[in-house]
């Protein structure tokens, strides 16, 4: 049972990176904070303020999964995410962090075991605060703006109309990732969601 559990490769903790405050709460940085809510069992998370962040904790296939909005702004993701993870004794390679993704076009999601930080606040304040790159990644795209965009702005703005149109599909698949690789673990979803489309009309090999 030991050599199992090691090759499922459990997560124990889901970090979703996002701004607070209201202003936020739409925009594309903020796409992993939309994206858990799709969660099934998200709407029976008792969320309380711990560890400069939202948190809460689930029990799953008799494990106990915990869940860390940070509330430090992107670029200090990082401070909650250790605070937490060192009083619960969790491992680098027990954390799949959710963030936006400007280099994946918008529906493509990705998991990625560690790598660079592809200029993303959040990612380089956990490399700083867990003193590794090595921690799991689940990239939401957002797609790169014209050439010439600022890119600040685009982050930090809403999704186009069409777009918000295919948001609830994007979000329904990405949170039945998760929901996979939390029950089963997530060595066995590395390879097949390396890089999947998750909007029907782009993905034909997409599941029943």
Do not use: C
């Not at 027990?94 to 660079?116: A, R, W």
């Not at 490399?127 to 921690?135: C, Q, S, V």
């Amino acid at each position: 049972m030991v050599i199992l559990r090691m090759a499922e490769k459990r997560i124990r903790l889901i970090a979703a990176l996002g701004n607070p405050g209201y202003e936020y709460v739409k925009t594309r940085h903020n796409i992993a904070w939309q994206a858990i809510e799709y969660l099934d069992i998200y709407d029976q998370m008792n969320w309380t303020d711990k560890f400069s962040s939202e948190f809460a904790s689930m029990t799953i296939e008799s494990e106990k999964i915990y869940f860390i909005k940070p509330q430090t702004y992107m670029n200090r993701s990082g401070d909650g995410i250790a605070a937490l993870m060192n009083y619960f004794k969790i491992s680098h390679s027990e954390i799949l962090v959710m963030h936006d993704e400007l280099e994946l076009d918008f529906g493509t999601v990705s998991l990625k075991n560690g790598g660079g930080l592809a200029g993303h606040n959040g990612l380089r304040s956990i490399a700083a605060n867990l003193g590794t790159r090595d921690f799991y990644r689940y990239r939401l795209g957002i797609s790169r703006p014209p050439s010439g965009s600022n890119i600040t702005n685009y982050v930090l703005g809403g999704f186009t109309s069409e777009e918000q149109v295919q948001l609830p599909d994007y979000f329904e698949e990405s949170a039945r990732i998760i929901e996979k690789i939390l029950i089963h673990g997530i060595g066995n979803y590395e390879r097949k969601y390396k890089k999947f489309k998750t909007l029907a009309e782009l993905n034909t090999e997409k599941e029943e």
